[in-house]
Structures are given as C-alpha cells and as structure tokens.
T-cell receptor, first 114, second 114 residues
Framework: AQTVTQSQPEMSVQEAETVTLSCTYDTSESDYYLFWYKQPPSRQMILVIRQEAYKQQNATENRFSVNFQKAAKSFSLKISDSQLGDAAMYFCAYEHEYGNKLVFGAGTILRVKS | KAGVTQTPRYLIKTRGQQVTLSCSPISGHRSVSWYQQTPGQGLQFLFEYFSETQRNKGNFPGRFSGRQFSNSRSEMNVSTLELGDSALYLC?????????????FGPGTRLLVL
C-alpha cells in the first residue's frame, strides 16, 4: 500500500522569507500524481500545486514550487516570500493513475510570524 | 462556477443513531469522493462514486455507505453511530474523465457523536 510521510509536524517562518516543507512517499507504481493541499482554519482544503510523476520538470505556481525527486521518492514544497495568509496545515497527497483516491500525509502546521 | 457544497455543515448525533450527509459537486463534475478527517487517523479515503456507481472504496466498515444520484449529487450514510465516528467529513469532486484528476473539496460536515 502506498504511504505518505510528512516528518515535520510544525514549521515556522518569518513573513517574506522562504520555507520548505518535506514529504516522502512509498509506492511501487511508476505512474502517479502528487499534490500539496492547504487547509486553513476554515477547514476548506485548497489545492496548492500538483506534479505528474512522468514530468521531470518541477511544478511551480507563483510563490509555490516543488522539488520532486522521483528516485528518492521525495516531494518537498517551497514557499517563497511567505505571507500571513499562508499560515495553515499543509498536506502532501499521492494519487495513483485511475485513482481518484488520495492518500494523505499527516500534515505540517505552518505558522507565519510578522 | 460554484464550488463543492456540503450540507449540513454541523451535526450532533448520539450513539446508535444514523446520519446522512450530502454533497453537491461542481457543475459538470461526475466524480465524488468522500474522506474522513480525525485528529488521530488523519485524512482517510472512504469511497468514490462516478455515474451512480461506487468505483473505489477505502477500508471502512459496512456501516459507512454512499450513493450518487443522476445529477451527480452524492450522499453518505453512517448507521449505528459510534463515538469514533466523530470527524470532519469532506467530499471532493472531479470531472471523472478517467485519468487522475485534481479533486476540489467542499467545506466539510463536522459530525459530533455523543
């Protein structure tokens, strides 16, 4: 079974600085997708970024980028120029092709200090 | 387009009762997935429906069931409620075209079992 591990229960970052959230996963599949979701206190899950495993190029979305290392099964999220609105729980998630079944990590609470 | 909606947002039940939660997907989306979020177990996949058929299922007891209607709206039912069923129940919708797709989440239904 696939597993997703987020080893950082909590992280803090100063406003305007950069922070990296870690995620590793375990799978025997070669085709899969990885996601980062953000869950603010409202509990609404919001997609931050997605990465297809067959793509070598790392995904970026404005201030958010990933470092995808397929051989190491690592998928970290970098947030640049952190803003107060980035404070939330961040979940790393895995989905196998033909899935629609997300496997989530335990989450990392990100606190942003002003 | 309107997002995924879930009703009710909050629910209090007692042990042994049953409960039905509702999810309306984004217009045009045909796949609806359900997840349970608890502090202890994190986010866990319950099941996924597409074209009124359960297409994928997680490891939950038979007390958890669901269905999908012809308009893609989905309901989830939990019978004989237990204290451990207290959780945030999230539904997510996607287009359902077959390959892995981004899932868009609703705001969740918070269930408290007393």
């Amino acid at each position: 079974a696939q597993t997703v591990t987020q080893s950082q229960p909590e992280m803090s970052v100063q406003e305007a600085e950069t922070v990296t959230l870690s995620c590793t996963y375990d799978t025997s599949e070669s085709d899969y997708y990885l996601f980062w979701y953000k869950q603010p206190p409202s509990r609404q899950m919001i997609l931050v970024i997605r990465q297809e495993a067959y793509k070598q190029q790392n995904a970026t979305e404005n201030r958010f980028s990933v470092n995808f290392q397929k051989a190491a099964k690592s998928f970290s999220l970098k947030i640049s120029d952190s803003q107060l609105g980035d404070a939330a729980m961040y979940f790393c998630a895995y989905e196998h092709e033909y899935g629609n079944k997300l496997v989530f990590g335990a989450g990392t609470i990100l606190r942003v200090k002003s | 387009k309107a997002g995924v909606t879930q009703t009710p947002r909050y629910l209090i039940k007692t042990r042994g009762q049953q409960v039905t939660l509702s999810c309306s997907p984004i217009s045009g989306h045909r796949s609806v997935s359900w997840y349970q979020q608890t502090p202890g177990q994190g986010l866990q996949f319950l099941f996924e429906y597409f074209s009124e058929t359960q297409r994928n299922k997680g490891n939950f007891p038979g007390r958890f069931s669901g269905r999908q209607f012809s308009n893609s709206r989905s309901e989830m039912n939990v019978s004989t409620l237990e204290l451990g069923d207290s959780a945030l129940y999230l539904c997510a919708s996607s287009a359902g075209t077959g390959l892995v797709e981004t899932q868009y989440f609703g705001p969740g239904t918070r269930l408290l079992v007393l």
